[in-house]
């Protein structure tokens, strides 16, 4: 099952990983490997990214943050492809994604010399310009015809826990994300209530604001680590926040 019907798809900036993704799913897809494993394997690529990084080895750091990229779109691949959607993979992914992006930022201001308040701010920023991608993401997914919708556009409370998965684990992991994620998710719904009303966005409008993706973020990072140019990430990334607003504002005026 695809994430969106064939109608929908749209060019995704943040989604380069998803052809190689697909490959390793379909290798793990004979094995007792679970997308569970796979995410925690996602987890330890991206601290082994954050020690690169912090020990000079950008080139390195920057690989590892592509196939950190690569294998966190690997563990949904998985999961579809097996017919094993959680809840628990879906909080767990999310809680590590947030963690990691604190600790990469974190980590660039060190090695750049910069103060770590400026890496807090492109913290929140990213996390800000995810938060609307995903929110405009979802809504397109729900309204997709036999798309994947075990991600929910408001979580509101921890949902029923799926097969054998444990329904504690769920709870737990569920409230995880609502204190990592719910100040974000709470202000893009602020800047746009109504954005759920839409019964479609133009595939143009979602290419341009898929550059605010997870995937694309880690890119960009990348590709200023193999410039050495470190410095340059926490600002860029801070700056890269402006376009949003006026993003809200073509969806608020034009796409109804």
């Known amino acids: 099952m695809s ?4 109608e929908d798809k749209f060019f995704d900036l943040s989604d380069y990983g998803r052809y190689p993704a697909k490959l390793i799913a379909r290798f793990l897809v004979k094995t007792s490997c679970t997308p569970i494993q ?30 950190k990229s690569i294998i966190d779109a690997a563990d949904g691949e998985l999961a579809r492809i097996k017919n094993m959607p959680s809840y628990s993979g879906r909080y767990l992914d999310s809680v590590f994604d947030i963690i990691l992006n604190f600790f990469f930022l974190m980590a660039i201001a060190h090695v750049a010399n910069q103060p770590y308040w400026l890496a807090f701010i492109a913290f929140v920023a990213i996390q800000l310009q995810g938060t609307l991608y995903n929110y405009y993401y979802l809504i397109v997914r729900h309204r997709s015809v036999g798309g994947d919708v075990t991600s929910k556009i408001f979580e509101h409370r921890s949902p029923t826990a799926i097969g054998n998965e444990s329904q504690k684990l769920v709870d737990f992991l569920f409230q995880s994300y609502v204190i990592l994620y719910g100040g974000f998710d709470k202000i893009i ?16 409008f979602m290419t ?22 470190p410095a340059l990430i926490i600002p860029v990334l801070t700056i890269f926040t402006l376009p949003l607003f006026i993003f809200v504002g073509i969806r608020r005026l034009k796409i109804k």
């Open 189 to 204: 719904h602020l800047i746009d209530p109504l954005a759920y009303k839409v019964k479609s966005f133009p595939k143009w």
């Open 3 to 6: 994430k969106l019907s064939a």
């Open 208 to 229: 341009m604001i898929s550059m605010y993706g997870l995937g694309f973020h880690l890119l960009l990072m990348a590709v200023f680590l193999t410039m050495y140019l």
């Open 38 to 67: 796979v995410t925690l394997i996602f987890g330890v690529v991206g601290a082994f990214a954050i020690v690169a990084i912090l020990q000079g080895y950008y080139i390195t750091g920057a690989l590892l943050l592509i196939l």
